[in-house]
């Protein structure tokens, strides 16, 4: 099982980018899908998890409005589409899966992807 997260970059405030977490050896359809983020000395953290079946979407209150989870079922990936970018969101990404639910320990990691806000 592999999850590889792509997609981040240098973006000014008020940018945008969107995130991707494609899977192999599982098929995303059946997992809880969770994006957390990790600033410089800070710890890491849930941003966003869309659910398996329904796709229910949760958002942390900071990037909700802003950011926008979605699933393409043919394609085994997750999107994360942030809009209206701040140095704030400045972070190394993370996408992960699991069968069981959303939070700190879920089974599967992908490589963190780097997202930078600045002017």
Known sequence: VQLQASGGGLVQPGGSLTL???ASGLSLDYYYIGWFRQAPGKERR???CIRDGDNYTYYI???KGRFTLSRDSTKNIVYLQMNNLTPEDTATY???AD???YGPSMDYW???TQVTVSS
């Open 20 to 22: 991707s977490c494609v």
């Open 46 to 48: 849930g941003v966003s």
């Open 61 to 63: 209150d900071s990037v």
């Open 94 to 96: 993370y996408c992960a």
């Open 99 to 101: 069968a069981r639910g």
């Open 110 to 112: 992908g490589k963190g």
